[in-house]
T-cell receptor, first 112, second 112 residues
Framework: DAGVTQSPTHLIKTRGQHVTLRCSPISGHKSVSWYQQVLGQGPQFIFQYYEKEERGRGNFPDRFSARQFPNYSSELNVNALLLGDSALYLC???????????FGPGTRLTVT | KQEVTQIPAALSVPEGENLVLNCSFTDSAIYNLQWFRQDPGKGLTSLLLIQSSQREQTSGRLNASLDKSSGRSTLYIAASQPGDSATYLCAVEIFYPAKLIFGTGTRLQVFP
């Protein structure tokens, strides 16, 4: 929504591998958050970044990391993948001028 | 710890009915409340946002209300249509870290 893009759309990985997920706004929205949504559940907060600095971290292990680039795009990295990491990963941007958060279409990660 | 609950978990109605979806939260110290729509396997589409100082918001056939003191929000859908079939998620935003806490959603099916 609101032009947020995520890549890839789908991804299949094997246990123990590493994955990088990417997210970009169309305009220079500075605040980005990452969420994990397991099937049948609501999204769970992973990270928030603002102006390239981490502003919040959810209850996820250190295998999860993220960063935000000067153009405000963002990456989520997950190391040593587990079967339980299979989920829809969503990123969301909030414009400085709005309270609403706008989500991308998500990346479906399957770990086998 | 903030918890968000949505009732009912699923709802199936004939076209044309007026609907009420319920959302409750345990801590009234929220920044705002946002309702989202999610189609199967897709990202989240923002429907309405109610700031903590507001009582309700309207958009077309949708009306959302917020009662912070009782920890409740309702989403009212007028004259439902088959295209309204989706999962509806409510989320409260807390202050620190600034993150959304989601309910598990109400899965709505509107049949012709």
């Amino acid at each position: 929504d609101a032009g947020v893009t995520q890549s890839p759309t789908h991804l299949i990985k094997t246990r123990g591998q590493h994955v990088t997920l990417r997210c970009s706004p169309i305009s220079g929205h500075k605040s980005v958050s990452w969420y994990q949504q397991v099937l049948g559940q609501g999204p769970q907060f992973i990270f928030q970044y603002y102006e390239k600095e981490e502003r919040g971290r959810g209850n996820f292990p250190d295998r999860f990391s993220a960063r935000q680039f000067p153009n405000y795009s963002s990456e989520l990295n997950v190391n040593a993948l587990l079967l339980g990491d299979s989920a829809l990963y969503l990123c969301a941007y909030r414009p400085d001028s709005s309270y609403e958060q706008y989500f991308g279409p998500g990346t479906r990660l399957t770990v086998t | 710890k903030q918890e968000v609950t949505q009732i009912p978990a699923a709802l199936s109605v004939p076209e044309g009915e007026n609907l009420v979806l319920n959302c409750s939260f345990t801590d009234s110290a929220i920044y705002n409340l946002q309702w989202f729509r999610q189609d199967p396997g897709k990202g989240l589409t923002s429907l309405l946002l109610i700031q903590s100082s507001q009582r309700e918001q309207t958009s077309g056939r949708l009306n959302a209300s917020l009662d912070k003191s009782s920890g409740r929000s309702t989403l009212y859908i007028a004259a439902s249509q088959p295209g309204d079939s989706a999962t509806y998620l409510c989320a409260v935003e807390i202050f620190y870290p600034a993150k959304l806490i989601f309910g598990t959603g109400t899965r709505l099916q509107v049949f012709p």
